[in-house]
């Protein structure tokens, strides 16, 4: 394949997202933060703060608000809103809320 505009195009038009969304990126680097960043067994105090002081410095730098990170860890967590909104993919479609807010109005009754 020469080019992969054909295949831009169709996704385009179906309302779909060429690569990442912004969403999943920043849902992605919450879970590196949030969840990856755990010490090693064979790595220093100092290797681990840094590498900690790194992935909050970068969190904070995208401004991150308390309330997107309540959300995520909503999200992640609980299996109640995994069936009632979808996976990770379901809930990051442009027409639904990924908001706490929005993530507590999809929970089943």
């Known amino acids: ?12 038009a179906i309302g779909g997202s060429w690569g990442s969304t912004e969403l999943e990126e920043r849902y992605e680097f919450f879970e590196k933060s949030l969840y990856g960043t755990i010490q090693r067994s064979d790595e220093s105090h100092d ?40 996976p990770f993919e379901t809930c990051l479609e442009p027409t639904q809320d990924a908001s706490f807010a929005g993530l507590l109005k999809e929970l089943p009754d």
């Open 47 to 86: 290797s681990y703060l840094a590498r900690f002081e790194a992935n909050f410095t970068e969190l904070i730098s995208r401004e991150t608000k308390l309330e997107e990170v309540q959300a995520y860890v909503l999200l992640r967590q609980s299996t109640n809103v995994a069936v009632a909104v979808g």
């Open 1 to 12: 394949m020469k080019s992969i505009s054909g295949i831009a195009l169709l996704v385009d």
